[in-house]
């Protein structure tokens, strides 16, 4: 996980089952500090046993973390959606996490209509986070608050 947005650049990442597992407390801090990361997660059951098939412990254990979770049903869906995700994420100050299945969707090959570079660049406009880390201005993410 990263403070990359905190800066001002897009960032992306992509994870399955034990690596999501692993990153449950930042993805409440990501959240917490309105960081509009997008994330993939391919779906996968959490060991053990190990297993490729599809199933949703991983994310579906993630479900009160502040996280938009989108599930697609196609390789196509999964491009759209990762660029939607980002326009979503960035409009609402909240990360995304685009879920895929594992081996239906994650190991198949199919063909995928890729936009243009100027068609996604006119949908996402140049990212400006609302607060950034300015090391000549600086200031504190997520402060200690009280029940009121």
Not at 23 to 47: D, Q, T, W
Not at 77 to 84: G, K, N
Not at 86 to 92: G, H, K, P
């Amino acid at each position: 996980m990263t403070l990359k947005p905190l800066t001002g650049v897009r960032t992306f990442t992509a994870t399955a089952s034990q690596g999501l597992a692993l990153m449950h407390e930042l993805l409440h801090f990501a959240s917490g500090v309105r960081a509009p990361i997008v994330m993939v997660n391919v779906n996968r059951s959490l060991a053990a046993p190990w297993s490729f098939w599809s199933e949703q412990t991983d994310s579906l254990s993630q479900r009160d973390t502040g996280w938009i979770q989108f599930y697609v049903a196609d390789n196509q869906e999964a491009l759209d959606t990762v660029i939607q995700a980002f326009r979503i994420s960035e409009t609402l100050f909240l990360p995304s996490m685009v879920v895929l299945e594992a081996f239906y969707t994650s190991h198949f090959m199919e063909p995928v209509e890729v936009p243009e570079q100027d068609q996604v660049d006119e949908f996402l406009p140049p990212f400006e986070p609302a607060f950034r880390l300015d090391p000549d201005n600086p200031a504190a993410f997520s402060q200690t608050v009280t029940q009121d």
